[in-house]
């Protein structure tokens, strides 16, 4: 009988410690998180260690923001098939088959488009001294042209075209150069490109799956009074950067495509790469058609037997001059309205002008991000125009 009650003592005591555990578990995850007071100064430093901390890590491994606004960019894109297969499928189905259909055009790419690629470079570097020899024989005759009329700047027009033809090839030389070595080196790069190129599926593919996750984090940064302003600027990001960055896709595929298509037709060697250079120069707005038709044009005018049915040099010339400029009206009077459509809502100087700005302060990273960020700032000004007031005195 002792044993027993002891027992049922014994019990009862860990019931009430249970209890007493849970309540007092409850009433501590329920209770406010006792606060550290520390100096506004102290905070300050704080914060400006952290954001000094994150810029030397970003400056020393620049592989990471790329990676996230590649990852990001990529999601943006891909919001486009995936919202329209959700009209006929789950999305978590829609998102699946985007994926399996973007990791088909990339095994597509490198284990065909890639090396092609390759293959036509290394032809055309090799094809250097005949078109360095090419564009000197063209210039002499220009030359001839211009001292016959009285146009030239030097007196002597053999010593400016001897000037001319030596700056010509040491900058052949040097391209070449610069060229070789980079397939030298091109291992190890493909190697840290093929990381970067998995780092950037793997957010994209993240974000694209969780995005209601993300927007409802992004939601609770925001104030509660603020919370639903949040969520407008939200969608308008995401409306602005999907239909840029969907459309400029679509039309840098198209333009190379066509490009490529042309010169083949044509009979200009080395259509596939010259179309990939449209390709990658469509990018920049306005002047992208100009300086991807640039190639296209020397190697039509230098090769007198790339095309044996087109009968002079000047007549190829012409025809390719005839094609890219066909290239840039399309793309500029049909493809991006049809397809952007109004997604940036700048005046098109301010854009050139954003490009312009962009190339003096960053080079060529800065006229590719130059549209990217005039979107974002006019969203900002669309998105603060309407809601900043001052105060009635």
């Given at each position: 009988m002792k044993w027993n009650r002891l027992l049922g003592a014994w019990r009862k005591a860990l019931r009430r410690g249970?209890?007493?555990?849970?309540?007092?578990?409850?009433?501590?995850?329920?209770?406010?998180?006792?606060?550290?007071?520390?100096?506004?100064?102290?905070?300050?430093?704080?914060?400006?260690?952290?954001?000094?901390?994150?810029?030397?890590?970003?400056?020393?491994?620049?592989?990471?923001?790329?990676?996230?606004?590649?990852?990001?960019?990529?999601?943006?894109?891909?919001?486009?098939?995936?919202?329209?297969?959700?009209?006929?499928?789950?999305?978590?189905?829609?998102?699946l088959v985007t994926v399996l259909g973007l990791l088909g055009l990339i095994t597509l790419a490198l284990f065909y488009l890639v090396p092609l690629l390759i293959q036509q470079l290394r032809d055309l570097v090799v094809q250097v001294p005949i078109i360095a020899n090419g564009v000197n024989r063209l210039l002499l005759d220009l030359i001839d042209?211009?001292?016959?009329?009285?146009?030239?700047?030097?007196?002597?027009?053999?010593?400016?075209?001897r000037n001319l033809v030596n700056d010509l090839f040491d900058r052949a030389q040097s391209l070449t150069e610069n060229v070789l070595r980079g397939l030298v080196g091109f291992i190890p790069r493909a190697f840290g490109f093929g990381v970067a190129l998995f780092g950037v599926l793997f957010v994209g593919v993240y974000l694209l799956a969780d995005v209601r996750m993300v927007k409802a984090a992004y939601l609770r940064t925001a104030p509660r009074s603020y919370r639903r302003d949040a969520r407008d600027l939200w969608n308008a990001f995401g409306e602005s950067l999907s239909r840029y960055l969907g459309g400029l896709a679509t039309v840098v595929v198209i333009q190379g495509a066509l490009a490529a298509t042309a010169l083949y037709l044509l009979d200009v060697p080395y259509?596939?790469?010259?179309?990939?250079?449209?390709?990658?120069?469509?990018?920049?707005?306005?002047?992208?058609?100009?300086?991807?038709?640039?190639?296209?044009?020397?190697?039509?005018?230098?090769?007198?037997?790339?095309?044996?049915?087109?009968?002079?040099?000047?007549?190829?010339?012409?025809?390719?001059?005839?094609?890219?400029?066909?290239?840039?009206?399309?793309?500029?009077?049909?493809?991006?309205?049809?397809?952007?459509?109004?997604?940036?809502?700048?005046?098109p100087i301010l854009v050139l002008l954003a490009v312009i700005g962009g190339g003096e302060m960053a080079g060529l990273a800065g006229v590719v991000f130059a549209v990217p960020a005039v979107a974002v700032l006019r969203v900002f000004f669309d998105f603060l125009r309407v809601r900043l007031k001052t105060k009635p005195e």
């Amino acid at each position: 009988m002792k044993w027993n009650r002891l027992l049922g003592a014994w019990r009862k005591a860990l019931r009430r410690g249970a209890r007493s555990g849970g309540e007092g578990g409850e009433s501590l995850a329920g209770r406010q998180p006792t606060p550290i007071y520390v100096p506004a100064r102290a905070l300050v430093g704080i914060v400006a260690i952290v954001i000094v901390a994150v810029a030397l890590f970003l400056y020393a491994a620049p592989t990471v923001p790329v990676v996230a606004l590649g990852g990001m960019a990529l999601a943006i894109v891909l919001s486009f098939p995936v919202r329209a297969l959700s009209h006929f499928m789950p999305r978590p189905l829609a998102i699946l088959v985007t994926v399996l259909g973007l990791l088909g055009l990339i095994t597509l790419a490198l284990f065909y488009l890639v090396p092609l690629l390759i293959q036509q470079l290394r032809d055309l570097v090799v094809q250097v001294p005949i078109i360095a020899n090419g564009v000197n024989r063209l210039l002499l005759d220009l030359i001839d042209f211009l001292n016959e009329r009285q146009l030239l700047p030097s007196s002597d027009p053999e010593e400016f075209g001897r000037n001319l033809v030596n700056d010509l090839f040491d900058r052949a030389q040097s391209l070449t150069e610069n060229v070789l070595r980079g397939l030298v080196g091109f291992i190890p790069r493909a190697f840290g490109f093929g990381v970067a190129l998995f780092g950037v599926l793997f957010v994209g593919v993240y974000l694209l799956a969780d995005v209601r996750m993300v927007k409802a984090a992004y939601l609770r940064t925001a104030p509660r009074s603020y919370r639903r302003d949040a969520r407008d600027l939200w969608n308008a990001f995401g409306e602005s950067l999907s239909r840029y960055l969907g459309g400029l896709a679509t039309v840098v595929v198209i333009q190379g495509a066509l490009a490529a298509t042309a010169l083949y037709l044509l009979d200009v060697p080395y259509a596939i790469l010259l179309g990939a250079w449209v390709s990658a120069t469509a990018i920049i707005p306005y002047l992208g058609a100009f300086i991807g038709g640039i190639p296209a044009v020397i190697v039509a005018a230098v090769f007198e037997d790339a095309s044996p049915t087109i009968e002079s040099t000047t007549t190829r010339v012409i025809l390719v001059i005839v094609v890219y400029t066909l290239i840039q009206q399309f793309e500029g009077n049909f493809l991006t309205p049809r397809i952007q459509g109004n997604a940036l809502h700048v005046h098109p100087i301010l854009v050139l002008l954003a490009v312009i700005g962009g190339g003096e302060m960053a080079g060529l990273a800065g006229v590719v991000f130059a549209v990217p960020a005039v979107a974002v700032l006019r969203v900002f000004f669309d998105f603060l125009r309407v809601r900043l007031k001052t105060k009635p005195e």
